[in-house]
């Protein structure tokens, strides 16, 4: 029975069907959207609070701790990741995954709700939160210039009315406004002027309140009208401040003016940022995790010159650090490939079957099955991306193979005299069982890659799902659309009929030759089945010895190195550089990019402590005379080179990456290292020392660069020693020491100015020759309860000692990150034997554990979980294949073919000097669907030889290899042609798809040449096993009921007799 008779019995209905899927393709096509990757969502919260002047352990005890006990509370929370620094502590919060983000974000801010009151009251602002993408790179980097407006003012502009209209561009998770900071009135406080008028920091900071306040004064009214009351309470420039009389000296106001300088500037003097060097403000946009990335910058880009008129007309908006453009040429590389792979693939079927009809017939399974895959994938949420696109690819091979087994049935059939209509359905249900079974193990090969809740699996997932989607509307198409069209438009054709052109003939002798070749050596591996027998186990051992001979000499990783056009770079500076010193270090690295041959644009953020961060954008790469040249690695190297002996910065440099990013990524900040790992310490062992002597031991090691800790901000702090004995008696209080000393050098911001559109805040502080002197802290008065003026240095000494710069925590312990780049020649894998080396030689205390993190995470989860991958690949294949054939022996004749295909793919690899990546292992799983499928061909046909036609194992066996030679060679050949666009590598990220097509390639040259001799003689040898076993049997139980066994027959050591 022909379950799919009706539709091939009715091509007009099945033809329109066709058609209404194709369309409905298109429209899916010009839907779905488009990205680098497919989304890998980790929900992620961000929690930022800030005390201006607090140290970097105040932080950590006062404000990041009391944060992380509450919002640990949080049931799903996979991760937290701590960091305090100079006035500011921020929170990474991973929730598991399946978690919504929504949710998530709303359980942080109940958790912050509930910390507030464990807060210190001094914060200016409660905690903020914002979802963010866990891969830690912004989507687009947004320069403004001006050169008119000062920068507080073009922050300001940038701030009030730019980013929230960014902000509320969908998809959009968070706008972080840098390179300076509010527009602000700084008060400068002289010591010795206050001292001589003898007034406190504490009372300016006093007067400062009570003359600035924003209140209502209530109504007047008389019964029939009212009036409103108001006052002049607020002051709002500088020059209202520099009036103010702060306090008065035997009679005489003292004004502000007298003992401060007042001036109009920015919150923080110190952030600032330089577009080629201009001075700048930047907007740094980072997506929501669910959204896609290449439509967020889209819609950007196109909200930008609308945003613009709002502001002044010299103000000139310049979006950079764009991955858009690459992500966009990578993808219609791919659709080039796409394109190549469907011409190669509709040659190689025309130059097999030498007729146009049924090369066109075959042909329209391709769109159709795209068109299918497409709608699916719009229906899933899912992307055109380069996972997706390349599943697209490989599938232009996968699925005309069901057609040209279909086609090549009929075709048989009607050669052999039947008509057309009876020879479609003969053939399919000949083949219909066939075409199913490899459908099903197809599903088995890619199925177990849709579960799983890591990286790796995520990866996968898009892919997959696109691949099976393909495949299972491909079978569908190749059993009822293809056989209609054939039992309506083929025609058989009497011998002499048609004369042969002069390429069809010079085919066909060819065709002849090779199958005379290779019944000859199919007889032969016949013969010596039991030889051939040890052919999987011997090219298992040896697929084994090449991956790691590729890995010894190509290396490995998770992913190819892309050239995107990007860099960032890193500058670090002693921990206790002057951020004047630093900017103008900053800058002169800064232009050193902006000389470089290769470069287009540098943005440098300087946001305070002792490091800057630039964003880099490279010329396209091309021929052109206005182009790159040279990849991006080189650039890097050379870019590097000019800071390898600079003995005051530390200058790190890398390529951003499609995935794994290219380093940290938060604004002005993060690490250029690539790899990371972290220290915990798990019984509260101290980690500064271990982990700066691991540190020390990595940069001594040539394998390693930009070897950088979290320690590495270390710096002198100055530390006010209070005599509690003396403060006593001279009636001081600690809360009065330190209300003095944040008011004299905190940046304390004692009051808030209100305007029509923003707030803006006074600045209380030193001025720069106090700030800049340690032992001008001890001139610093306070006033005793008996109203004596007290300097510090009768009750304090100033003590310098070391302290870190940022304090760092991981689940709530203490925690130390190191992060590097590796040196040219060496793997992430090989990095993760040089770190535990690392260790070893560092010989860290047993208390601390090392803890891989970010891109090195990723690999460890890879590795971990390829193998797992592989192993239930098979396992569920061959479950499959036994539940379809009824048999513990058939399924695995099929997988034997196995081993050849993965020797072809590392052995190709190692030719080529191709590094083992996920993509390898992509093409590996790929090779596993395409190779069984000859297997299956053949064993399907021999079975059904045996069971209807009552053929003997050998000459069913045989009769299937050499009828099932040219279809299993028309199939190679097409995959072959289907992946050569792949390994031929051009244009933008190439080095993502070339290593999936030498792989593919190589594993398909070696298993045609070999499964071709090694299935039938596996099948014949499971066979004459099989027998054996019977008649052992048979004899055990003749011995058991007493009887007189017949003679043993005799097995023949040679083959049976073969038909001709």
């Known amino acids: 029975m022909n379950a799919f008779a009706p539709m091939i019995r009715r091509p007009v209905g099945t033809s329109l069907l066709a058609i209404g899927l194709m369309i409905a393709g298109v429209w899916a096509y010009l839907l779905i959207g488009v990205a680098a990757f497919p989304s890998i969502e980790f929900p992620g919260v961000a929690v930022v609070a800030g005390m201006p002047g607090a140290s970097a352990q105040t932080m950590a005890t006062t404000v990041m701790a009391p944060l992380e006990r509450h919002i640990g509370r949080i049931p799903g929370v996979q991760f937290m990741f701590s960091n305090a620094s100079e006035g500011r502590a921020q929170i990474q919060v991973l929730f598991n995954y399946g978690r919504s983000t929504d949710a998530a974000a709303r359980d942080v801010q109940a958790a912050l709700n509930a910390a507030a009151a464990d807060l210190p009251p001094g914060m200016p602002a409660p905690p903020q939160y914002f979802k963010f993408d866990t891969s830690n790179i912004p989507v687009l980097l947004v320069t403004l210039t001006s050169s008119s407006l000062p920068p507080d003012r073009l922050y300001d502009l940038t701030d009030t009315l730019l980013k929230p209209a960014v902000a509320q561009v969908p998809g959009v998770a968070q706008v972080q406004v840098g390179g300076g900071t509010p527009h602000a009135v700084r008060i400068a406080l002289n010591a010795n002027a206050l001292a001589i008028k003898g007034i406190t920091t504490n009372q300016v900071a006093n007067a400062l309140r009570a003359a600035n306040v924003t209140s209502p004064q209530g109504i007047l009214s008389d019964g029939v009208n009212q009036m409103t009351v108001t006052a002049n309470d607020a002051l709002h420039t500088p020059a209202d401040f520099a009036s103010l009389v702060i306090a008065s000296n035997n009679g005489v106001p003292v004004r502000l003016a007298d003992v401060a300088t007042v001036t109009s500037g920015q919150q923080d003097q110190y952030a600032a940022a330089w577009f080629n060097g201009t001075r700048a403000v930047t907007l740094?946009?980072?997506?929501?995790?669910?959204?896609?990335?290449?439509?967020?910058?889209?819609?950007?880009?196109?909200?930008?010159?609308?945003?613009?008129?709002?502001?002044?007309?010299?103000?000139?908006?310049?979006?950079?650090?764009?991955?858009?453009?690459?992500?966009?040429?990578?993808?219609?590389?791919?659709?080039?490939?796409?394109?190549?792979?469907?011409?190669?693939?509709?040659?190689?079927?025309?130059?097999?079957?030498?007729?146009?009809?049924?090369?066109?017939?075959?042909?329209?399974?391709?769109?159709?099955?795209?068109?299918?895959?497409?709608?699916?994938?719009?229906?899933?949420?899912?992307?055109?991306?380069?996972?997706?696109?390349?599943?697209?690819?490989?599938?232009?091979?996968?699925?005309?193979?069901?057609?040209?087994?279909?086609?090549?049935?009929?075709?048989?059939?009607?050669?052999?005299?039947?008509?057309?209509?009876?020879?479609?359905?003969?053939?399919?249900?000949?083949?219909?069982?066939?075409?199913?079974?490899?459908?099903?193990?197809?599903?088995?090969?890619?199925?177990?890659?849709?579960?799983?809740?890591?990286?790796?699996?995520?990866?996968?997932?898009?892919?997959?799902?696109?691949?099976?989607?393909?495949?299972?509307?491909?079978?569908?198409?190749?059993?009822?659309?293809?056989?209609?069209?054939?039992?309506?438009?083929?025609?058989?054709?009497?011998?002499?009929?048609?004369?042969?052109?002069?390429?069809?003939?010079?085919?066909?002798?060819?065709?002849?030759?090779?199958?005379?070749?290779?019944?000859?050596?199919?007889?032969?591996?016949?013969?010596?089945?039991?030889?051939?027998?040890?052919?999987?186990?011997?090219?298992?051992?040896?697929?084994?010895?090449?991956?790691?001979?590729?890995?010894?000499?190509?290396?490995?990783?998770?992913?190819?190195?892309?050239?995107?056009?990007?860099?960032?770079?890193?500058?670090?500076?002693?921990?206790?550089?002057?951020?004047?010193?630093?900017?103008?270090?900053?800058?002169?690295?800064?232009?050193?990019f902006q000389a470089d041959p290769a470069v287009l644009d540098v943005s440098t953020i300087v946001n305070g402590g002792n490091s800057a961060h630039l964003f880099v954008d490279l010329k396209p790469l091309g021929d052109g005379p206005g182009d790159r040249h040279v990849d991006?690695?080189?650039?890097?190297?050379?870019?590097?080179?000019?800071?390898?002996?600079?003995?005051?910065?530390?200058?790190?440099?890398?390529?951003?990456?499609?995935?794994?990013?290219?380093?940290?990524?938060?604004?002005?900040?993060?690490?250029?290292?690539?790899?990371?790992?972290?220290?915990?310490?798990?019984?509260?062992?101290?980690?500064?020392?271990?982990?700066?002597?691991?540190?020390?031991?990595?940069?001594?090691?040539?394998?390693?660069?930009?070897?950088?800790?979290?320690?590495?901000?270390?710096?002198?702090?100055?530390?006010?020693?209070?005599?509690?004995?003396?403060?006593?008696?001279?009636?001081?209080?600690?809360?009065?020491?330190?209300?003095?000393?944040?008011?004299?050098?905190?940046?304390?911001?004692?009051?808030?100015?209100?305007?029509?559109?923003?707030?803006?805040?006074?600045?209380?502080?030193?001025?720069?020759?106090?700030?800049?002197?340690?032992?001008?802290?001890?001139?610093?008065?306070?006033?005793?309860?008996?109203?004596?003026?007290?300097?510090?240095?009768?009750?304090?000494?100033?003590?310098?000692?070391?302290?870190?710069?940022?304090?760092?925590?991981?689940?709530?312990?203490?925690?130390?990150?190191?992060?590097?780049?590796?040196?040219?020649?060496?793997?992430?894998?090989?990095?993760?034997?040089?770190?535990?080396?690392?260790?070893?030689?560092?010989?860290?205390?047993?208390?601390?554990?090392?803890?891989?993190?970010?891109?090195?995470?990723?690999?460890?989860?890879?590795?971990?979980?390829?193998?797992?991958?592989?192993?239930?690949?098979?396992?569920?294949?061959?479950?499959?294949?036994?539940?379809?054939?009824?048999?513990?022996?058939?399924?695995?004749?099929?997988?034997?073919?196995?081993?050849?295909?993965?020797?072809?793919?590392?052995?190709?690899?190692?030719?080529?000097?191709?590094?083992?990546?996920?993509?390898?292992?992509?093409?590996?799983?790929?090779?596993?669907g395409i190779v069984k499928k000859n297997a299956i061909l053949m064993v399907d046909f021999a079975l059904v030889a045996e069971r209807e036609r009552g053929l003997s194992p050998p000459e069913a066996i045989r009769e299937a290899a050499l009828v099932r030679f040219r279809p299993i060679t028309m199939t190679t050949l097409v995959a072959m042609g289907a992946a050569l666009p792949l390994a031929v590598g051009f244009g933008y990220g190439s080095e993502l798809r070339q290593p999936l097509g030498i792989a593919i390639l190589g594993g398909l040259l070696v298993s045609q040449l070999l499964t071709l001799l090694s299935t039938p003689a596996i099948y014949l040898w499971q066979h004459d096993h099989r027998e054996r076993k019977a008649v052992q049997k048979r004899l055990r139980e003749e011995f058991r009921r007493g009887r007189q066994p017949p003679p043993i027959p005799t097995v023949p050591k040679g083959m049976p007799a073969l038909p001709k």
């Open 284 to 592: 740094q946009i980072s997506k929501r995790p669910d959204a896609n990335a290449v439509a967020v910058v889209k819609a950007i880009r196109a909200a930008l010159p609308g945003l613009s008129h709002v502001l002044p007309a010299d103000v000139k908006i310049t979006p950079i650090f764009d991955l858009t453009p690459t992500t966009e040429s990578a993808l219609h590389e791919v659709e080039v490939a796409l394109g190549m792979s469907i011409v190669m693939v509709a040659l190689v079927m025309l130059l097999f079957l030498r007729r146009l009809r049924p090369t066109l017939i075959a042909m329209l399974s391709v769109p159709l099955s795209l068109a299918g895959a497409l709608i699916v994938m719009w229906m899933l949420g899912f992307t055109l991306n380069i996972f997706s696109l390349v599943a697209l690819v490989l599938c232009v091979g996968f699925v005309v193979d069901d057609a040209i087994v279909v086609i090549e049935n009929i075709v048989r059939h009607i050669e052999q005299g039947m008509a057309p209509l009876p020879a479609a359905l003969t053939g399919v249900r000949e083949i219909g069982f066939t075409v199913v079974s490899i459908t099903l193990s197809l599903i088995a090969v890619f199925g177990p890659m849709v579960f799983g809740d890591n990286m790796f699996t995520m990866l996968m997932r898009e892919f997959a799902v696109t691949l099976v989607a393909t495949i299972v509307i491909s079978a569908v198409v190749s059993l009822t659309l293809t056989p209609a069209l054939c039992g309506r438009s083929l025609v058989h054709e009497p011998e002499g009929s048609r004369t042969p052109g002069r390429v069809e003939r010079l085919a066909e002798r060819f065709d002849g030759w090779l199958l005379a070749q290779y019944r000859r050596a199919l007889d032969w591996s016949m013969h010596h089945r039991r030889l051939m027998r040890w052919q999987p186990a011997v090219l298992l051992v040896l697929t084994g010895a090449l991956a790691v001979l590729v890995v010894m000499t190509a290396g490995g990783g998770l992913m190819p190195k892309e050239d995107t056009g990007l860099l960032q770079a890193q500058i670090t500076a002693g921990p206790n550089i002057s951020p004047t010193r630093l900017t103008t270090r900053a800058r002169e690295v800064a232009a050193v």
């Open 632 to 928: 991006v690695q080189k650039v890097v190297d050379r870019l590097a080179a000019h800071f390898k002996n600079v003995s005051d910065l530390d200058v790190g440099v890398s390529a951003v990456q499609f995935f794994g990013g290219g380093g940290g990524g938060g604004l002005g900040g993060g690490n250029v290292g690539r790899y990371s790992f972290q220290l915990d310490s798990l019984d509260g062992t101290p980690l500064q020392d271990p982990t700066l002597h691991l540190e020390h031991v990595m940069r001594g090691m040539k394998q390693f660069k930009d070897v950088t800790s979290s320690f590495d901000g270390i710096g002198i702090q100055q530390m006010v020693q209070v005599d509690r004995a003396a403060a006593a008696r001279l009636q001081v209080s600690m809360g009065q020491i330190d209300s003095a000393l944040y008011n004299a050098f905190g940046q304390s911001q004692v009051s808030t100015i209100y305007s029509d559109i923003n707030q803006y805040r006074v600045v209380l502080t030193s001025d720069r020759g106090d700030a800049l002197n340690p032992q001008g802290l001890l001139g610093t008065y306070v006033r005793s309860s008996r109203g004596e003026m007290i300097p510090l240095s009768a009750l304090a000494t100033i003590q310098p000692h070391l302290a870190p710069a940022t304090v760092s925590h991981f689940n709530q312990l203490e925690s130390a990150s190191l992060n590097y780049n590796l040196a040219e020649g060496i793997t992430p894998a090989e990095g993760l034997k040089l770190v535990d080396q690392a260790i070893f030689a560092a010989a860290l205390p047993n208390g601390i554990q090392r803890k891989y993190t970010g891109e090195n995470q990723n690999l460890v989860d890879a590795l971990n979980n390829v193998l797992l991958l592989l192993l239930a690949v098979i396992l569920v294949m061959y479950v499959v294949l036994g539940v379809l054939y009824e048999s513990l022996i058939h399924p695995l004749t099929i997988l034997s073919t196995l081993p050849a295909a993965g020797m072809g793919a590392f052995l190709a690899m190692l030719v080529t000097h191709t590094q083992l990546t996920l993509m390898s292992v992509i093409a590996v799983l790929m090779l596993i």
